[in-house]
């Protein structure tokens, strides 16, 4: 019922806004750029709304997304993607019946209509099987948006979120638009200047207790890199595969006294629960949260919150 209101409410609409999550990663940058290709061969008014930092790797794709930068014009629904609330695309954007598509566990549900599916992959999974009954009308660009959120947020089919149904959209669209396309197009792009910043981040990792491995960086390190947010965070990526990690965390000083903590996992913790006692949230292997404070003080409670974590499993 709640698929059938979602299309019946996009086929009679006339305006939409489409927006996702600030500081975009791959899902959230092609679920939106899907969904305004796919609303533009349906001859709808088009706007977008993205907010933060663009990485560089999706200029190409954000540079010709249909429709207009949204500028607070009215319209009849907006279609919000890959956000667990309004906090995280711009409070007082959205606007008409409001439509949440998202695959995090911790998602507010906070639409009209709220599509949350946490056993998907990623919202561009997500988004091609609320849409796959149309897939003749998907050109080779949507096919790829739709590979690419998934990709990104399987670390290439690498983590436990890819299914039976990931790989199942993956086989039904590769066929056409090659996987090592889109490695070629959108991640071998890496310069000297990325793995000297990797060099950084191993001379500042170190291990805490209970199989945790954490990196910190304060405001004044953040300040001096050339590199972005998005940039930054694919780099702690590359410490997943750590063999004896149980939990990696990555604590960034993105505003003076203001620490954003990423929380990943290799064990059966549930990293959503412990980033929601600090406000945040995720999926049980990958979560967030913004804690302000002092680091001497933010590293214990952490920890703890952990330990005690490991002992509910």
Known sequence: MTVQKLKNEIEKSRSVLVTAHRNPDADAVSSLAFVLALLQ?????????????????????????????????????????DSTSPERFGEGIIKGVVINIDHHVSNRRYGDINHVMPDMSSTAEIVYYLF?????????????????????DTGFLKYDNATASTFQAVSALMSSVPLFDIYQKYYQVLTMEHFDYFSFLISKMKKGQ???????LDFEELEDSSLNYDEISELFAWFRPLKDAEVLLFFREFQKGIFRINFRGNNN??????ARIYGGGGHRNAAAASIEGDLD?????????????MKDE
């Open 297 to 309: 003080d933010i590293l214990p409670n952490v920890f703890q919150s952990i330990s005690d974590g």
């Open 41 to 81: 061969k349906k001859g709808k008014v088009l706007y977008y709304h993205l907010a933060g930092e663009i990485n560089l790797k999706w200029k190409d794709i954000v540079s010709g997304l249909p429709g207009k930068p949204y500028k607070g014009e009215d319209v009849d629904i907006s279609i919000c993607l």
């Open 210 to 216: 209970d199989g945790i491995y954490y990196i910190s």
């Open 269 to 274: 913790i549930d990293l959503n629960k412990i």
């Open 132 to 152: 796959k009954d149309e897939i003749d009308f998907f050109n080779d660009f949507m096919k790829e948006m739709i590979l690419l959120g998934i990709l990104g």
